[in-house]
Nanobody, 116 residues
């Protein structure tokens, strides 16, 4: 059973910062790209950031310049540093492999709420 455990969410004011962390099973973390996804109320889940094992990163246009994804391969951990947060960033954030069909089990996610 693959496990993904997200943490670090919370309530912040616009312009503030949060750092999200995800601990993942080594069976998928060791070889696969990892991504951070988010799902806002009434919207589809979307990929916001992706990182390969070697450290190549990709970001959604909406978060470029504000979010930074990183990974610690030794600790099976992927992080998302979120700066200059906007109310539109409010969502539940999840980590998983990318493509996500590599792992069909999702964690609980962590709630990020940004107030104006």
């Amino acid at each position: 059973q693959v496990q993904l455990v997200e943490s670090g969410g919370g309530l912040v004011q616009a312009g503030g910062s949060l750092r999200l962390s995800c601990l993942a099973s080594g069976s998928i973390f060791s070889i696969n790209p990892m991504g951070w996804y988010r799902q806002a109320p009434g919207k589809q889940r979307e990929l916001v950031a992706r990182i390969t094992r070697s450290g190549h990163t990709t970001y959604a246009d909406s978060v470029k310049g504000r979010f930074t994804i990183s990974r610690d391969n030794a600790k099976n951990r992927v992080s998302l540093q979120m700066d200059s947060l906007k109310p539109d960033d409010t969502a539940v954030y999840y980590c998983n492999t990318h493509p996500d069909y590599l792992n069909r089990f999702w964690g609980q996610g962590t709630q990020v709420t940004v107030s104006s």
